[in-house]
């Protein structure tokens, strides 16, 4: 664990910027179209959908649900032995990547389509990344 | 029929591990085959198109003047659409003579130029920091739901290793023949959950390259020309948590599609199959996307022999990228082999076959290129 390197940071660029001031100020960002009221992702100033400018940032729920996943077992410099690579699917449509903390990195424990919720983990004092952990469902 | 024929088709003499040459040497040595192929020098080329190294590269390493030069770099199918486009080239008369190279030292990495990684393009923001770290961890990625939506099971999954090693049985100049079984691939160390070693392809060093040029001058060169019949290509996303469905590639429906309809032909007219299989869900995603098989069906398929030596469809048939070599862009290996089998040269020759479809992909699902190709008895 000691020897482990900082995760592999984002340079956020201006058309990202607010997803990663979001994630740092522990809000999970996305952006959604005014004209067609498409919801998406990754960050753009223009709906991927209609082509609109007039686009919009709100602050999702930071609900989602397993989507797919992989357990890379090769060695990353970053990540203390096999780790879950993930695709969450977000509560509002869109799709993001991301790892599943407080969880056992094992098939059976990552189960598909589980709910899951956003925390962010710190990195420095500009960048916090958003990872996902297990939810109870609520009965 | 596109009035545009391969006259010129060679790999690098050597596959596998090739210590003493740079990548760009690689690319040479498979254009100075094809020319041998051809009897054509440098002087008759006047197009280049490459990817993994620039056509610039490649004409000054040549010594080619080009008037026409493309470097569409979208991954390992960049080949394919690399034939398309000098199609389109040889049709309007921008070029008489293509030549296209690839090479790459993906195991001995000498002379390889880097890849530019960065911090701020989408992928390295929203798919790096999470640990995603090449192929083995990206393109393997859609599987389990894939495996939940439509029931393949691991068994299912490793039988396609299990059978492209039938062909590569066959393939004196494949990297690896023993025969496997499903046990033996199950038993292969996890690379990334749901997949082991022997479901991901080999990493060599090689080239290949391809000499076209207007259908009606292919009957001057020494080797059975091969007609192509239609072509296709798409892109989608360079991530591939953006793919817009996990259980199909939109770039390989649109490409297919498009060369399907281009070449005028049905399914039924199709002989032998190639689909770039970087891991062995490609050739499942590849079936299905392509129409040979409905949806969920692709996996099946292969299990009950279909795609096997005897069987009705031959796909892979070099072994492929899990079996035959992989050297990181693997797409002008399987146009080799489509080329091999329509002269009827191949080491597993699909007896009869005259037409060939060649599915290539680019990145992890992010492009695609789809080339059909007939024998003299087709047009």
């Keep these: ?105 094992t098939p059976e424990a990552l189960v598909l389509d589980m709910p899951l919720t956003v925390v962010f983990e710190r990195q420095n004092d500009d960048i916090s990344v958003p990872l996902f952990r297990p939810v109870e469902e609520s009965t | 029929m596109t009035g545009v024929a391969i006259v010129g088709a060679a790999e690098t003499t050597e596959l596998g591990r090739i210590p003493d040459a740079s990548q760009l040497q690689l690319h040479a040595d498979a254009a100075l085959n094809a020319f041998a192929d051809t009897g054509l020098t440098a002087k008759d080329i006047d197009g280049v198109a490459t990817a993994g190294s620039t056509p610039v590269e490649i004409v000054h390493y040549l010594g080619i003047t080009p008037r026409w030069v493309d470097g569409t770099s979208v991954g390992g199918c960049s080949f394919m659409i690399h034939v398309r486009h000098a199609v389109a080239a040889i049709q309007s008369g921008q070029a008489e003579t ?81 025969p496997i079984t499903v046990d033996d691939v199950m038993a292969s160390r996890l690379i990334a959950y749901p997949f082991h070693l022997l ?123 899990l079996s035959y070599m992989h050297s990181g862009m693997y797409g002008m290996y399987a146009l080799q082999e489509s080329v091999r089998q329509m002269r009827g040269t191949a080491p597993a020759q699909v007896p009869g076959a005259e037409v060939s479809l060649c599915l290539g992909v680019g990145g992890m699902f992010a492009a695609s290129g789809c080339i059909v190709m007939g024998t003299e008895a087709t047009v």
């Design chain 2, 98 to 178: 293509v030549l296209i190279t690839h090479g790459e030292s993906g195991r001995s990495q000498v002379g390889r130029g880097g890849r530019g990684a960065g911090t701020a393009g989408l992928a390295q923001q929203f798919e790096n920091p999470y640990g995603a770290m090449g192929p083995t961890t990206m393109f393997t990625i859609p599987v389990l739901r894939y495996m939940k939506e439509y029931g393949l099971t691991h068994e299912q999954l490793a039988t396609v290793s299990v059978v492209q090693r039938e062909w590569a049985g066959r393939n004196p100049r494949a990297s690896f023949r023993d």
């Design chain 1, 1 to 105: 664990m000691a020897d482990l390197q900082p995760r592999p940071l984002p340079t956020p660029t201006p058309e990202t910027q607010h997803f990663w001031d979001g994630t740092r100020d522990g809000e999970l960002r996305l952006q959604r179209c005014l004209d067609c009221d498409h919801t998406y992702f990754p960050p753009r100033p223009f709906c991927p959908e209609c082509g609109s400018k007039r686009v919009e940032v709100f602050t999702a729920s930071g609900r989602g649900t397993l989507l797919s996943y992989v357990i890379n077992h090769r060695r990353h410099a970053s990540f203390d032995g096999p780790y879950c690579i993930a695709l969450v699917k977000l509560e509002e449509g869109p799709t993001m990547m991301s790892n599943i903390v407080e969880c056992e990195q």
């Design chain 2, 199 to 321: 479901e991901c392809c080999l990493v060599t060093d090689g080239g290949g390259a391809l000499i076209l040029t207007r259908a009606e001058r292919a009957k001057d060169f020494p080797q059975n020309p091969v007609h192509i019949l239609g072509t296709g290509e798409s892109a989608e996303s360079p991530m591939i948590s953006q793919m817009q469905d996990l259980c199909s590639s939109r770039a390989f429906r649109v490409a297919g599609s498009e060369a399907i309809r281009d070449a005028g032909i049905s399914h039924d007219d199709v002989d032998h199959l190639m689909v770039y299989d970087a891991f062995a869900h490609l050739p499942i995603y590849g079936l299905e996307d392509l129409g040979f098989c409905q949806k969920g069906e692709g996996a099946g398929f292969i299990a009950d022999g279909n795609t096997r030596p005897g069987g009705q469809l031959p796909l892979n048939t070099n072994g492929g990228g």
